[in-house]
């Protein structure tokens, strides 16, 4: 299992490789894909609202420390999640 001093070291030990090498050092290594390698796991939504609405929704987002997307996504995410139930 790793565990985050595990994680920490990875990331410690790439970082200091990446501060002495360079990727066109290793250019000869790649080779070119003919499929996307990474695929969303999403789709896109678009939706109208009054310049008003979008206006009111950037405020909020700014109050919350967050994006207009991340914001109504939460949003939508909360109306359409079924509910948790705990067992007591």
Do not use: Y
Request: proline fraction near 5%; glycine fraction near 2%; aromatic fraction near 6%.
């Amino acid at each position: 299992m790793t565990n985050k001093t595990d994680i920490k070291s990875l990331i410690d030990a790439l970082a200091e490789f990446w501060d002495t090498h360079d990727v066109t050092d290793f250019m000869d290594a790649f080779e070119e894909l003919s499929e996307p390698v990474f695929e969303s796991q999403t789709e896109q939504l678009t939706i109208r609202l009054l310049p008003e609405e979008i206006h009111r929704i950037q405020q909020i987002a700014a109050e919350q420390g967050t994006s207009q997307t991340a914001l109504i996504r939460h949003w939508v995410l909360e109306k359409i999640s079924p509910p948790l139930h705990v067992s007591e």
